[in-house]
């Protein structure tokens, strides 16, 4: 199985070629997103390096935000783009799942929540062992996310992270293709988009970079 991850959630630009469970990653931080510049670049070097070619690959993951609106449509186009050409299934999974340590925690569940400006933000609480998505909304306002129970959560957000959020207990954890490519797509439900034209998780997705 060859996939190909795609995340264009915020300032930096990744991408992530599995290749039955070896991952060949490419990674770019940048003060100013350049997504359209570089993205292609990155997926032709690293299918140079492993040795795959674009008719090698089986799917494609893209991730859906929340997260920065026009960056988000930048790596989500590009997918949707390959995936007809190809004829090969799209997955369009949420920035929630990408956030999960995979390895086992001594809590009940982790609870992400991201800063989507004028003080509104998205959570989602997932089931840490099922992995599912018990409970979520995309545009919560700061009252809605302190009535939230945070007992036996493991709180995680992003590089967005504000003053509410740290206050809060949550700690900020940067998230990669890599990510993308070792979440159990197949098993999950919620907010997962399998149909193409995927689409940004919503029209809330309107974080602007620092």
Do not use: W
Request: proline share 3%; hydrophobic share 40%; charged share 20%.
């Amino acid at each position: 199985m060859n996939s190909l991850s795609v995340n264009t959630s915020a300032r930096s630009t990744s991408i992530c070629i599995n290749s039955n469970n070896n991952l060949h990653s490419k990674f770019l931080d940048s003060n100013k997103p350049n997504h359209c510049e570089v993205l292609i670049p990155m997926v032709n070097e690293a299918l140079s390096e492993t040795g795959i070619s674009l008719k090698n690959l089986d799917e494609i993951r893209v991730n859906t935000g929340p997260g920065n609106l026009v960056s988000l449509r930048i790596g989500i186009t590009f997918v949707n783009v390959l995936s007809r050409n190809l004829n090969i299934p799209v997955y369009g999974i949420p920035s929630f799942y990408a956030h999960i340590n995979r390895k086992k925690i001594q809590k009940s569940a982790y609870l992400i929540a991201i800063n989507i400006r004028n003080g509104f933000y998205s959570y989602a609480k997932i089931d840490s062992c099922s992995m599912q998505i018990i409970d979520f909304n995309l545009r919560a306002s700061k009252n809605i996310l302190h009535s939230i129970s945070l007992n036996d959560c493991v709180l995680l957000s992003d590089s967005l992270i504000d003053d509410v959020l740290i206050d809060m207990g949550f700690k900020e954890n940067i998230i990669s293709a890599d990510d993308l490519a070792r979440v159990d797509v197949y098993n999950l439900t919620s907010l997962v988009q399998q149909d193409s034209p995927i689409k940004p998780i919503n029209e809330y997705s309107f974080i602007v970079n620092n």
